[in-house]
Structure formats: structure tokens, C-alpha cells
């Protein structure tokens, strides 16, 4: 056994969170994609069973109250807050991501008024934040202004009405320095929105504790929440009043079954749902959380570091120098839960990894990414993966 | 057994669409609420545990391709396309109603263009499309105007930017003339949308036929996809190179995995897509369309008028002239699939007609409203309800 499988046994054998992994449904892959669709947890066939075949099939449209169906949204919305650092009455679940960054960012701009007529947004999102944001930009007739995180302190003014920030960038893993950047934002007058999707699940975001504005977030990732499950939006206490939606559906108002022609939002959360929820992926969500029963996210941060530190270890050993570069940063400081590795036949290696049993994520042109979500994948896992790298490469 | 039992019988054993009864899961209950939420097709919750165990559970983020999750919205859409007379390629699923009928109108204005300043709204419609038709055009800078649908040819003019109305009253159960009002607000020079909800998989739509612009609807009503299955758009094939979303979403983008940060639309159907389809509650609603294999929506359609023809010759003989009144039309040509019954007391007689095994909708303050879905609500299933609704108001 080589000097690093024996490292890997070792810190297996010392990981808190270990027993975590009997909670997913896992085979012989080494998975390490679960920044793109987490792992199945075991609970969720079994209820979703339930949902289809008591809960809808037998209780058909008294599930609406007598299943909780209705108060799914707030309710999830509240087993997802502790995660993310924020008191229960402020998350809502539903909708995509990218519904819920124009939610956000149009309720952010509304809240900013009238004389802020600037969004920033970090010029290397992931696409569809951009997209979204320049439509609400458009929508609500103020210029959109991609910067790069790093100069979003330099480019805020009172002009500034929103900034729109990735807490961790998909494509490099780097970690944002969101309390910093949030005060910035705040100092400034402008509000703040955050897109949590690569953190919430992997590392302590601290919403409340910062003074986040505004935040949306995907439950697919580290949150294991099935593919295209709902998204969420978040908005603090404080500003809940003032958020404005621009998708004012039924769901969102004070008496949504008084079905009343005026609009009257509701208090609290709730204000941020739209339509009616889907309750199949929304309820498979749910099943997926209960993986988090007992387990401290500064805990997940901590196995999270060892699992890239050590990957990154065994890259270096087992790599060609030379052969791939990381994208991601050093610094504990500024790494997310991936390690991203620049390789010019990146599109190939990782074909040729997942023929080995190494599931990865390729993204164009030139990148592998490695996400290692600590509630299942082990050092062993890391050090296989590394080796099998090598050996691609070699 | 009474002449209307009698009558019943015969009518059900000539009833075509009977065998379709055993594609669901049904039990003693009378369910006319399929108009709320369609009942469980037998054939979902095994896909639906395929989809969890070993699409997402054993092939994890391979499925995206290899079981077709990310063609979804679009195979689905044509999938819907014939039950609503759409040619295949017009129809995407995904995200609900009120965020589609955010899409279509604002769609619906920018196809209009700059001169027309004036949004018309069905002034009956289920609220939430009234509420969302608010926001887009407080978003456009239009005024909203509601009319009655009636109105609507007098109130067009070439202020109009785009008319929203709903195919079938939610409340009332009126079908409202989707040919004709279409042809006058196309001979006006707006755009039309129409919500579908409560007449797709009911009765004829024909929107190829009649030159729809634009049209919405849910899913799990008369399609049985299941609580809050994702809702559809349709765009015309002649305006799609016009749609101009306001959610442009990375799903819309015409090169989704490009990750560029310019927003470049896809052709076709896919344009009216937003952000990752929830694919759960998706392949749930795929998996409910089978039943409608070998079904014309002629057939359906006949079924249904005849159904709703026998429950409203059940009710004036079961029930004391004057306890309740129709509100639904008694012209065919103005009927949709449900029969809304005003009745003072509603809420205590839908309470007591539930607990004795008929399950319709309240609807504030005095409406009981029956929805008969053909494909498995039967005759001697009229009868009753009718008969126990008289036994309850006798």
C-alpha cells in the first residue's frame, strides 16, 4: 500500500462524518460530482413513494392540508436556514434558481429606489445569474455592470441600487469573502444579493450573522435534493416588508384562497412563493434533509478542507508536473468544496476518468472538476481518484 | 333502482372512454375534483420510482443525457401538443402557471411593440393570472384593464398590446369562444394569450387551428401530472423568432453548456424555457400522459357534456328546486367540464358531502364546484353525487 492509500486510511479512519455515507445510496464510483447533482439519499425513494401513492393517490386533493402540502415551501424553506446560517421565517423553497435570481434582484432594486439606478454583477458568474440580471435590469430600466468580485468594493457608488455575488464561483471554486463584500455593499447603501448554490451544504455561509440583503440558492447540489429540485430564496427579517416581487403569484398573498382581483403580498416568506409548488421533487427535497439530522456544518467545512487539501496531495504526487494546473486557490480562506484543474485534453481525461469509475465534471474548454461533498465521499475515495488521474495522464 | 340509476347504467355500459377507468387509481370515493387535482394515473409511481432509484440514484448526473432529463420540457411539450391542437415543437414544460403567464404576457407585449400601451385582462380570471398580468405591465410600462371577456371585442383597439383570458372560468365553468375572440384580437392587431388550465384535457383547444399566439396552462388538472406538475407555454411557431423572454434562463440559451456570458436565444420552443426543469415532478407528469394513448379529445369532449348534461338532470331531480343554482351555462358551446353550483351554504354541504364519499371543491363564499374528468369519472359516479347531494340539502 503506497504511503498515500495509507494517509487515506488514516484519515478515513478518523472522520467524524463517516458514517454519514451509509445514509446515500452509493456503489463502486467515486463520486465527485455532487456540486452538479448530489447523490441519492436513501430515505428519499420511500418517501416519495409515500407522496405518490398514499398522499396523492389516496388522499388526492385533501393532501393539500392533511400532507402539509401547502406550507411545504416555508417549511423546507426552514430546514434549509440553519444550513445557511439564518433564523426560521426567511427562506422559502420553489422555483429554479434562475426564476429566483429575478426575484431577488428585481426585490433588491425596488428596495434600493429610485435614485441607485446601477446593478453590479460578478463577470464570472455562472451564465444564467448574468442573463437573469441583465433582464431585471432591463425590466426596471437601470444599467447592468458586470465587475470582478475583487473590484466590486472599488465599484460601488451611490449610484449602486444591487450586486449580485457568487458566494463560491462554479468553475474555479474559489470562496468569495462574503462578509466582507456585504459590508461593502452595505456601507455603500445598495443592497445585497447573494447565489449560494456552491456553498450552502459545504461550508457555514452565515447569512443572518453578515447581514445578507438577499439570497437564492440551489437544493441539488450539496443539499442532495434531487434533480431540478426547487430552489430558494432568502430575505432577510428586516427587509421583508419592502420586498416588492415581480412574480406577485397567488401563492404569495395575504388570503391566497379569498381570490381576490387586488394583490395584497403576504407577511413574512411567504411573500417570495409564486405559483403552486411542486410537490413531488419539492417533498423528495425534504426526505434529502433529514441526511443533515445531527451534523454541524463547521464539521462539513472541516472534512471538506481535508478532502481538497488531500486531493490536491495526491495530485501533486501522482500527477506529471506540468500535466494540470489548479484553478483553485491555496488559501482555505478563498476554497470552496471543489478543486478545479486546468488540462488541455480535459474534455478526453474525463471521459476516459468516467470510463474508470471516476465521476467528474468537464467544463468547457479546458477544465476538470472535482466537488467533494463531505457527507459521502472519503479520503480513499480522493486518493483513487487522484491515482487514476495519474495514471490517465501518466 | 330509480330511472335515474337505470339511466345511469345504460349510459356507462355505452360509454367508450369506460376501460380508461383502470389506468387509475381510484377507490369508493366519488372524486369530481380532478378539475383541482387530477387523480393518480397507475402508471406513475413505478416510473416515478425508476426515476429516483436508478435515474438519479444508480446513473446520477449521466442521466441528464442518457435518460433524456435534459430534453424533457420540449419531448414533453409534444407529448401535450395534440391534446391542445398544437403541431410538436410550439410546447415547453417547466416552472408553474403564473410564472408562464409572466412569460407569455410580457412576450406577448414585446411582440406587440412600442406603440400599443394597454394590457386587456379577463376581469373574472382566477386571480393569480390577474396578479402576474399586473406586474407585467407595471414592467413594460403598459396599463392593465380588465374587462369581462364578453367585453373584450368592444374594448379592443390599437392601444392594445395583448389580451390574457382564460379558455374556461375557473369558477363558473363558462368556455368562453376561443375562436372568435381570438380572430378579433388578431383583426386588432394584438397579441393573444390564453390559460388552458381548465380546458386542456377537457375538451377541444385547437390552438393551431384557431391562430393562437400564446397560450398557458397547468398539469394537473385534467393531465393528471400530479401536485403542482410544472405548467407549459406555447408560442405560436410563426412569433417564435419574436419571443423575447423576460426570464432568459440558461435552459433558453442557444448554447446552454457554451457558459457564455452573452445571452443568445435558442430557436424554437426551448426558447420559453428558464432554469434547470424539476425533473421529478416532470417525468411524473410524462409518465401520466400515457393514459392518453389511443383517447381523441373529440371523444373526451363528448363524454364530458354528456356527463355534465346527466349531473345537472340528477341535481333538479335529487335536489328541492331552489337550494341551489347552476352557474354554469347550459349551452354546451359555454360549457366547460365542471358544474358549479351556488348553493348559501356551501362550505358545510362540500364538508358533508366529503365525508360521505363525494369529494368536490368550495370555492369562497358560496360556490360548490364538480369537475368530471371523462377519462374516469363514470355515470352511476354522477348519480350519486347528485343523489347525496340531495339527500344532504333535502
Not at 389516496?58 to 416555508?74: F, V
Not at 446560517?85 to 426575484?103: M, P
Not at 397567488?250 to 394583490?263: I, K, L, Q, T, V
Not at 419539492?282 to 478542507?305: F, P, Q, Y
Amino acid at each position: 500500500m503506497s504511503d498515500l492509500a495509507l494517509k487515506a486510511r488514516e484519515l478515513d479512519s478518523g472522520d467524524q462524518l463517516a458514517d454519514k455515507r451509509a445514509e446515500f445510496v452509493l456503489d463502486e464510483v467515486v463520486y465527485l460530482d455532487g456540486n452538479s447533482l448530489g447523490a441519492l439519499p436513501a430515505a428519499v425513494p420511500g418517501r416519495v413513494e409515500d407522496v405518490v401513492r398514499r398522499q396523492w393517490g389516496e388522499l388526492r386533493i385533501r393532501s393539500w392540508d392533511e400532507s402539509g402540502w401547502w406550507t411545504a415551501p416555508e417549511r423546507i424553506g426552514d430546514r434549509i436556514a440553519p444550513l445557511v446560517g439564518a433564523a426560521a421565517g426567511q427562506i422559502v423553497v420553489g422555483d429554479s434558481t434562475s426564476v429566483n435570481v429575478f426575484k431577488a434582484l428585481v426585490g433588491a432594486v425596488r428596495i434600493a429606489g429610485e435614485g441607485r439606478d446601477e446593478i453590479l454583477v460578478d463577470a464570472t458568474t455562472f451564465p444564467t445569474d448574468g442573463y437573469l440580471a441583465g433582464s431585471a435590469a432591463r425590466m426596471t430600466g437601470r444599467t447592468l455592470r458586470p465587475v470582478l468580485p475583487a473590484q466590486v468594493p472599488d465599484a460601488l457608488s451611490d449610484r449602486t441600487a444591487a450586486v449580485l455575488l457568487n458566494h463560491v464561483d462554479y468553475r474555479t471554486g474559489r470562496l468569495h469573502d462574503l462578509p466582507s463584500l456585504t459590508a461593502a455593499v452595505r456601507a455603500a447603501g445598495a443592497v445585497s444579493v447573494w447565489d449560494l448554490c456552491h456553498s450552502a451544504g459545504a461550508l457555514p455561509v452565515g447569512l443572518d450573522e453578515h447581514g445578507v440583503d438577499l439570497a437564492v440558492g440551489c437544493t441539488y447540489k450539496y443539499l442532495n435534493g434531487g434533480p431540478g429540485s426547487p430552489a430558494y430564496l432568502y430575505v432577510r427579517g428586516g427587509l421583508q416588508d419592502r420586498f416588492d416581487s415581480p412574480l406577485p403569484g397567488w401563492n404569495s398573498h395575504a388570503e391566497p384562497f379569498g381570490m381576490r382581483g387586488d394583490y395584497e403580498p403576504a407577511t413574512g416568506a411567504v411573500r417570495g412563493r409564486v405559483g403552486t409548488p411542486d410537490i413531488l421533487s419539492m417533498l423528495a427535497l425534504e426526505a434529502a434533509l433529514d441526511v443533515w439530522e445531527g451534523v454541524s456544518i463547521e464539521a462539513v467545512r472541516a472534512k471538506s478542507l481535508s478532502l481538497t487539501d488531500f486531493f490536491l496531495e495526491c495530485v501533486a504526487e501522482y500527477v506529471p508536473e506540468g500535466r494540470v494546473e489548479s484553478l483553485t486557490p491555496a488559501r482555505h480562506e478563498e476554497r470552496g468544496s471543489q478543486v478545479a484543474l486546468r488540462c488541455s485534453d480535459a474534455g478526453e481525461v474525463m471521459r476516459q476518468l468516467v470510463e474508470r469509475g471516476v465521476v467528474g465534471d468537464f467544463r468547457r474548454p479546458d477544465v476538470l472538476r472535482f466537488g467533494f461533498t463531505p457527507l459521502y465521499v472519503g479520503f480513499a475515495d480522493v486518493e483513487r481518484a487522484a491515482r487514476v488521474l495519474g495514471e490517465i495522464l501518466g
